[in-house]
């Protein structure tokens, strides 16, 4: 019997036991870590960096767009895109870019490709987001992506493609961007 008491006693200790330092552990809010991992105090609100935002061709005029292309090329635009697209079967443009992640180590993706290219051609300097792209196909080597390889993309497009087929691929490169 007293055996059996002082198990009890024990139980009801150690319960006790935990009940106190569950009781004194330390708020996890108190040492809540903020996604840029800046420790803050309780009370404090965390106001997330301002993300830089990304540039969108919707917010240029047709004039920025297309400034620095050949006049010959703007005469031409807008092309038929649909027909751009088709382009990019017989030209492989689509044997190494993709519009979805499919492929992304070979050739940089398509996926809103035109807001890609305002801001590639505002950090080279350039005229505008159709020149970049214009550029990108008929002289690949001018200006490589980030962490791709040059020589890769085939420098024969300037002479393959006429002016009408690159009128067409731009209408639709510049179609593909944000919702
Ligand atoms: C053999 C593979 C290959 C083929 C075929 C190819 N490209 Fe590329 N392309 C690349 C690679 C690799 C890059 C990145 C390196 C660079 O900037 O040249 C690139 C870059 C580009 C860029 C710049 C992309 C960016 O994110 O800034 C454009 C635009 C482009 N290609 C268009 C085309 C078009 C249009 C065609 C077809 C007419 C085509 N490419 C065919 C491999 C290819």
Known sequence: ?????SYLYAVIV??????VVSACAPNPRLQLISPSMVVIAEGE???????????????????EVLAG?????????PGDAQRGLDLTVPQNCIGCHKIDNSLEDIAPIWAEIADTAVGRAKQLGLAGPAMYLYTSITNP???IVPGYNSDVMPETYSEDLSEQDLADLLTYLLSLRAE
């Open 1 to 5: 019997m007293v055996r059996r008491k």
């Open 14 to 19: 150690f319960l006790f036991a935990l009940v």
């Open 45 to 63: 609100v965390f106001v997330p960096p301002t993300p830089t935002p990304r540039p969108r061709i919707a917010e240029l005029s047709d004039e």
């Open 69 to 77: 292309l050949p006049e010959a090329i703007v005469a031409l635009i």
């Open 141 to 143: 080597n001018d200006y």
